[in-house]
């Protein structure tokens, strides 16, 4: 799979919309857009994923392009416990998740 | 529904030794997959199994291997232990083949550290 690139860091404020970017140039037709993100001291954290149309769970909303080479995490409302690492992880015919550094997003109180 | 278990979440090793980490995954889960994260490399795979078959391994020496029982639990060994195998241990399971529209869902790890 191949990796994406996204912004080591970011900054939102508490309440308020966060948009996390995502590249992914060289993403073929079958290959599904995940993402997860990490809280310290814990194991990734599934968020949601999607193929070709923008997808919706509690968590949060994906936005993917309509060339599809590149996508948008939206966190419609960021609180304190966002403050995560996010990754955005093109997934494909391999069955493993090929972790890029993802992006720091640090949430002001 | 229970998330992935693994234990033990803390350990401290010396060179030389070897070292077996356990994984229960989500129930009716049978792709496991393992993976190394170090502040220096990242998360990075080291081997999958689905129905107790390694389907896939990553860019790692022989020392380290794995398995998976009937129940889909695994388990992951160490020998010879390094201090570069310092690290995060993170054990992900998957519903189905694993394949590129399924989720993985990670425990919490292990945090191995080598004297």
């Known amino acids: 799979d191949a990796k994406t690139t996204q912004p080591n860091s970011m900054e939102s404020n508490e309440e308020e919309p966060v948009h996390l970017p995502c590249n992914h140039s060289?993403?073929?037709?079958?290959?599904?857009i995940h993402w997860y993100r990490q809280l310290p001291s814990q194991g990734p954290e599934y968020v949601i994923h999607?193929?070709?149309s923008n997808v919706n769970n509690r968590m949060a909303s994906l936005a993917i392009a309509e060339d599809r080479k590149s996508s948008t995490l939206i966190l419609h409302r960021a609180t304190l416990r966002d403050a995560a690492v996010y990754y955005c992880?093109?997934?494909?015919?391999?069955?493993?998740?090929?972790f890029g550094s993802g992006t720091q997003l640090t949430v002001l109180p | 529904k229970a998330g992935v278990t693994q234990t033990p979440r803390y350990l401290i090793k010396t060179r030389g030794q070897q070292v077996t980490l356990s994984c229960s995954p989500i129930?009716?889960?049978?792709?496991v997959s393992w993976y190394q994260q170090t502040p220096g490399q990242g998360l990075q795979f080291l081997f999958e199994?689905?129905?107790?078959?390694?389907?896939n391994k990553g860019n790692f020496p022989g020392r380290f291997s794995g398995r998976q029982f009937s129940n889909s639990r695994s388990e992951m060994n160490v020998s010879t232990l390094e201090l570069g195998d310092s690290a995060l241990y993170l054990c992900?399971?998957?519903?189905?083949?694993?394949?590129?529209?399924?989720?993985?869902?990670f425990g919490d790890g292990t945090r191995l550290s080598i004297l």
């Open positions: 992900a399971s998957s519903e189905g083949t694993g394949g590129s529209n399924q989720p993985q869902h």
């Open positions: 199994y689905f129905s107790e078959t390694q389907r």
């Open positions: 129930s009716g889960h049978r792709s």
């Open positions: 999607g193929l070709t």
């Open positions: 992880i093109q997934k494909g015919s391999a069955r493993q998740l090929t």
């Open positions: 060289t993403i073929s037709g079958t290959d599904y």
